[in-house]
């Protein structure tokens, strides 16, 4: 009796030390205004964030496991219209937002206008301020912990946009950068847990980019590397639905 | 991202056998540092990547420890190479091949003789090679070969001696797939550089000896690299057939599901609509990107359903076919409706099982000939540290009712075997078969 009695006394203090431990590393947790402002700050600032209008990016992606590569292209504008295309043996696969209708359109499954999950997933990316403003995008943030990304201690930081869409982001202790995201992709086909680590920064027009990702979904991994990165303004009938999703509209 | 994951064609019958293979340099060094990463790369993939956690931890662990040892000792990429295949024998799927650096190099190169062929198919019926199928305008249509000719000899090799090569290799045994080793046996004889002439004996309608020299031709379609797959040669040939009762029929064949060839696919049906049924001839089609299979299904549905089901280890995604309401002029369409049957055999593999068994499974398809190859994972070409590529699959794949594939293949609603005399009559009892039930479902009638 006596035995279980320490036993349990001793139990209750650990317990009760490991309560105090974790509530004193909670409160060690930057806020995730905090996180997310020091990130802005090191990409460039508000100013530099704030001051393009449009993108155009041009990137290879490769799946080296499998010695595929394929190049990509996306165009963006503010507030949220994007239209991408990618090319593999011979065959461009295009998807696009014009701000009201989310749609892909590949030879290998026709053209397709995105509903449900899929078109909130289309919706939230295609905001312009994605990935650079997340306040804007994100109405949720909490710091929920640390990990560590590609040898970089990071703030994790879960975000939940107005959509309900969640990613966590984890953002460099040291430099404020962003440099891993998970999130849930949704598709017809489920869902998939998409790993993405973003290295090689790099500055364009004042404003700092992750110039490579390595995504893991599932089995595969896919490396997107960016070529080139363009403020320019983008012509408004880049984004203009392509006649085969404006033939599924009637 | 997840369209990129394809089940690769059966390629383990043809490298088995394939004479880049044969001609590969025996003895080429490797250090034994070199052989370590290696084998570490091959089995640490597949560790982290096959679906079925049982096989991983009593299959797959034990093997890394028996047989890593034997792979430092590998003083050569062959000996490496045996011990490679030693590891992957003891998964028991398909789809796990370990495919020599220089047999892709060739096959690129086009050296191994893969650029030209005699213009024909053949495949084994019973134990006699048989001529399937002649290309008019080929060579051996020029030759006068026909249809249900035996081919007894190929530049100096003779059937049997090209049959006992099947006799070591464990896949053979089973007749499905002593049909699809046998196939690959015989058919790299067939090819060649374009314009080199090809000594063949074969056996007419009659059993006499006929001697024939083929000027082999560019082989038809388009080549084509396919990330570390080897390239492989794509063709597709579409044809309307209009029956003395009227009837039309669409005919489609292809041989791999590759991406060269959307266009001509998307525009095949386009082509056909309005005919009174479609056929869809996949015997001798290896597969390629699963990807394609519901794409192409959506031709031929009115509402989007699941086509097949991928369970991986990280989860499980569906294969779904949307409706194709569109058409390649970017016309407002409606997916064909009329009768569709698929024609298969078995060299039917991969993505074909997966279109041909889950239309079947949606009851959309009705599927005519033989029962298919029974190899229909989806699986990645993995390139390792000595410049050989590992082909391993990533998961296990089943139809819209839960059936599987691998193992069984799919089992066609007719039975439509393939035989000497039908073929030395001109007829395909597949595609007769087909073509009655779909003037049965023109006319209302039962089919005979």
Not at chain 1, 83 to 96: D, P, Q
Not at chain 1, 229 to 240: K, L
Request: proline share 7%.
């Amino acid at each position: 009796m006596i035995r279980t009695r320490y036993g349990r006394s001793l139990g209750l203090a650990a317990l009760a030390l490991a309560v105090q431990a974790g509530a004193a590393a909670a409160q060690q947790l930057p806020p995730a205004a905090e996180v997310v402002e020091k990130y802005v700050q090191a990409i460039g600032g508000h100013a530099a964030a704030a001051r393009f209008t449009a993108r155009h990016v041009t990137a290879e992606m490769s799946m080296p496991a499998m010695g595929m590569t394929m190049t990509m292209e996306t165009w963006t504008a503010r507030p949220n219209r994007a239209f991408s295309k990618m090319e593999m043996s011979g065959m461009a696969i295009t998807s696009g937002f014009d701000g009201t209708t989310a749609w892909v359109n590949s030879p290998m499954s026709g053209p397709k206008i995105l509903d449900g999950p899929e078109f909130k997933q289309a919706f939230d990316n295609a905001n312009f301020d994605n990935n650079v403003d997340f306040a804007r995008v994100f109405p949720t943030m909490e710091t929920i912990g640390e990990r560590t990304v590609d040898g970089h201690a990071c703030w994790n930081v879960r975000m939940v946009s107005a959509n309900g869409t969640e990613v966590q982001n984890c953002f460099d202790k040291e430099t404020g950068l962003l440099v891993g995201s998970i999130s849930h992709q949704h598709s017809q086909m489920g869902e998939v847990t998409a790993d993405i680590v973003m290295s090689d920064y790099k500055e364009f027009d004042g404003l700092k980019l992750p110039t490579r990702m390595t995504m893991t979904m599932g089995p595969q991994q896919v490396v997107t590397t960016i070529k080139s990165v363009s403020h320019a303004p983008v012509a408004d009938s880049i984004f203009a639905l392509p006649p085969e999703i404006k033939a599924l509209q009637h | 991202m997840k369209k990129l994951i394809h089940a690769a064609p059966a390629l383990a019958a043809l490298l088995a056998l394939s004479p880049a293979r044969a001609q590969t340099p025996r003895g080429t060094p490797i250090t034994p540092a070199l052989a370590a990463e290696t084998f570490d790369s091959a089995w640490s993939v597949v560790d982290r990547t096959l679906w079925d956690t049982v096989v991983v931890n009593r299959v797959w662990a034990p093997a890394r420890a028996e047989l890593r040892p034997r792979a430092e000792r590998a003083r050569t990429v062959e000996e490496l190479r045996g011990v490679l295949a030693a590891m992957i024998a003891r998964l028991p799927y398909s789809h796990f091949e370990v495919i020599p650096g220089e047999v892709q190099a060739r096959l690129a190169e086009g050296a191994g003789g893969e650029g030209g062929d005699a213009g024909m198919d053949v495949r084994l019926v019973g134990e006699r090679f048989l001529v399937a199928r002649v290309d008019s305008g080929g060579p051996a249509a020029a030759a006068g070969v026909r249809p249900g000719w035996s081919v007894d000899a190929v530049g100096g090799r003779t059937a049997a001696e090209r049959l006992a090569l099947l006799a070591s290799i464990p896949g053979a045994r089973e007749p499905r797939g002593r049909q699809l080793y046998a196939w690959a046996a015989l058919t790299p004889a067939l090819r060649g550089a374009p314009g080199s002439r090809l000594r063949v004996r074969f056996r007419d309608g009659a059993d006499r000896p006929m001697e024939r020299v083929l000027t082999l031709r560019p082989q038809a379609g388009m080549s084509e690299k396919f990330g570390n797959l080897p390239p492989l040669h794509v063709a597709l040939e579409t044809r309307r057939v209009r029956m003395a009762d009227g009837t039309t029929l669409g005919v489609i064949r292809f041989n791999y599901w590759f991406p060269v060839i959307l266009p001509a696919l998307n525009a095949a049906v386009d082509s056909l609509r309005g005919v009174d049924g479609i056929v869809i001839d996949l015997r001798g089609n290896f597969g390629g990107l699963g990807a394609m299979a519901p794409g192409f299904a959506g031709h031929f549905l009115d509402r989007a359903d699941t086509l097949g089901v991928m369970r991986m280890r990280s989860g499980t995604l569906y294969f779904v076919a949307n409706p194709r309401r569109v058409d390649t002029q970017a016309r407002p369409v409606a997916p064909f409706a009329g009768p569709l049957a698929v024609l298969t055999d078995a060299l039917t593999a991969s993505t074909s099982e997966f279109f041909a068994g889950g239309l079947q499974q949606l009851g959309r398809a009705r599927v005519f000939g033989e029962p298919t190859a029974g190899q229909a994972l989806p699986a990645l070409a993995q390139k390792l540290p000595d410049g050989d590529v590992l082909m391993h699959a990533i998961a296990d794949f089943g139809g819209p009712r839960g059936k599987r594939f691998e193992g069984l293949g799919v089992t066609p609603d007719v039975a439509a075997p393939l035989t000497r005399a039908a073929l030395l009559a001109g007829r395909d009892p597949a595609m007769e078969a087909a073509a009655a039930w779909i003037r049965s479902a023109k006319t209302g009638a039962a089919a005979p």
